[in-house]
């Protein structure tokens, strides 16, 4: 018996022209990615939690509304969308959204934003499956 090796030259180079469309696939994953991110923003909101599942505390005075819903509805849909070429950022466009960030000494936070340099558990299968799918299209297109 012996050890058999078959090139095939035609697939080296499909495999190194879609490598080549890698960094357009990473940009597309990265836009795919804050898109989804700014929805699952959203579903914290609108189940009161933060990233990592924690709920919201409730308010000290209650008035009808869900905790940071207020009537203006300003700082749900105050979030914004930059995309970069490898990455992307989420701002929040109202000037109190660092309060409810990270609290102040009246009132407690309430994070609508994961911790610095943390991917909650919850986020993280949807961010892999985006990243899978970008990269798989990239390497086949």
Do not use: C
């Not at 058999?4 to 495999?15: E, N, P, T, Y």
């Not at 700014?38 to 000290?60: M, R, V």
Request: proline fraction near 7%; glycine fraction near 12%.
């Amino acid at each position: 018996m012996g050890f058999k090796v078959k090139v095939r030259f035609q697939s080296i180079d499909r495999l190194a022209q879609s490598l080549g469309s890698m960094p357009d696939a990473i940009a597309r994953a990265a836009r795919a990615m804050g898109q989804e991110t700014l929805q699952l923003i959203d579903e914290g909101f609108a189940k009161g939690q933060s990233p990592d599942g924690a709920p919201w505390a409730a308010k000290k005075r209650p008035d009808g509304r869900r905790v940071l819903h207020g009537a203006s509805g300003r700082l749900r849909g105050g979030n914004r969308l930059i995309p970069l070429r490898r990455g992307f950022i989420v701002r929040n466009q109202t000037p109190y959204a660092s309060f409810h960030m990270t609290g102040t000494g009246r009132h407690v936070a309430r994070p609508f934003y994961p911790s610095r340099g943390r991917v909650p558990s919850t986020w993280r299968p949807r961010w892999v499956r985006i990243i899978k799918r970008e990269l798989l299209r990239g390497m086949f297109r």
